[in-house]
């Protein structure tokens, strides 16, 4: 007998995975600019000319058998200290190559961390709306997931529910900012206020509690005054998720990286479970052309006033269609309040008018639609005039 969880995961896609295949066929039905797919957080500006420019490089210039060779399990110590030195010039940490750990992408980092973290009956808190496989990472690492609600309107963390969902068994807190699907940033005094409150019940119940900040999204900030506070200035139990995904428009490539804070106690065992956890799920070695190439370009990012415009467009013309937004201050997703009770339904009538979002209800957040605005702006523009026929037609029922 097989394993019937993952027979279960494999067998149902997640909302945004479904929806988004439904777009293609649709597609392919009655024409792509007929279909105004919002579904997939799938950064649509290209990648910037460095990441071209420097890939030729590395090809017509690195040893090939080195190049697509084994490098050490947690990624090569030239890239390693590269990144680390970049972090500690920009957020005046003080993290050495040893303190990283190479990976495919945001949801590897993320991964190896919780398996490293986690025994049978710790749980996670994380704050809805929330990533949704944020639930089977965890889950899969024999750990629970603990959603929380946050402040209504708002969006950020609520700390009387917080504190309510502690307990002994606690092991660590999931913070995304800026946030997918709401596109908030949590601001420096939340960070500060919750690093206080872990403290406090990390030395209560006598074991850590861990603050993991999953950060694909850091660099998709598009107001200077909006600052996105890094955790490890504040708290020393502190665990970062970085992935090029979205930075560097190359979500296919999976390349990131995780990074142990060496201000904690027990650095070494929590870096060491870090690298048994890769050994044990065989994410060792993430591809080595691109650990040489984000050692090349590891402070250049994608055009990112693309995202900023189509924000504040769309932002825009659904207030004034009588949606209602959360305003978010990065990422590429607006979070849609649902003109129905049912998000789902709500989502469901959209796709009469071709418009393809996604329900907050994976989210851990009913009453929402996620609208990724990760698109051409071309077809916002398309899309438009269906919002409003989308929003016309509950108000004239």
């Known amino acids: 007998m097989i394993n019937e969880k993952n027979v279960r995961l494999g067998e149902v896609r997640s909302s945004i995975r479904e929806l988004f295949e439904y777009g293609k066929k649709r597609k392919a039905e009655i024409g792509d600019d007929k279909v105004f797919d919002f579904s997939i957080g799938n950064p649509s500006v290209p990648a910037p000319a460095e990441v071209r420019e420097a890939i030729v490089e590395i090809l017509q210039t690195y040893d090939p058998v080195q190049l697509h060779g084994y490098t050490s399990a947690q990624g090569d110590y030239s890239v390693r200290q590269v990144l680390a030195d970049y972090i500690n010039s920009r957020f005046s940490t003080k993290l050495t190559a040893d303190c990283l750990y190479l990976t495919c992408g945001a949801a590897a980092s993320l991964t190896i961390t919780l398996n490293a973290l986690l025994n049978a009956g710790d749980e996670i808190i994380t704050f809805a709306p929330f990533f949704p496989e944020y639930g089977v990472f965890t889950e899969h690492a024999g750990g629970k997931l603990i959603a929380v609600g946050v402040e209504e309107g708002t969006f950020r963390i609520d700390f009387d529910k917080l504190e309510s969902a502690i307990t002994a068994h606690t092991k660590g807190v999931i913070i995304n900012s800026p946030n997918n699907p709401s596109g908030v940033v949590y601001p420096e005094k939340d960070i500060i206020r919750l690093a206080e409150l872990l403290k406090k019940y990390s030395e209560k119940y006598g074991e850590p509690i861990y603050l993991i900040s999953d950060e694909p999204y850091r660099e998709l900030v598009f107001d200077k005054e909006v600052k996105v506070p890094y955790v490890m200035n504040y708290y020393p139990h502190s665990i970062v998720c970085y992935s090029y995904s979205k930075s560097l428009s190359l979500p296919g490539e999976r390349i990131g990286y995780i990074a142990v804070n060496n201000e904690m106690p027990q650095f070494s065992k929590v870096y060491a479970g870090i690298c048994g956890a890769g050994r044990a799920l065989g994410f060792v070695c993430a591809p080595n052309l691109f650990q040489q190439l984000i050692k090349k370009v590891y402070n250049v990012t994608s055009d990112i006033s693309v995202y900023k415009n189509n924000r ?71 899309a438009l005039p269906a919002f409003k026929k989308l929003s016309e037609s509950y108000r004239n029922k």
């Not at 269609?321 to 990422?331: I, M, Q, T």
């Not at 607006?334 to 989210?363: H, N, Q, T, W």
């Open 312 to 382: 504040d467009r769309l932002y825009a013309a659904l207030v004034d269609y009588g949606f209602g937004v959360v305003k978010p201050d990065g990422a590429f997703y607006l979070f849609v309040k649902s003109m129905e009770e049912s998000a789902a339904a709500f989502c469901e009538r959209a796709k009469e008018y071709e418009l393809l979002i996604v329900p907050g209800d994976d989210f851990g957040c009913n009453g929402y639609a996620r609208v990724s605005y990760c698109v051409s702006p071309e077809m916002i523009e398309r």
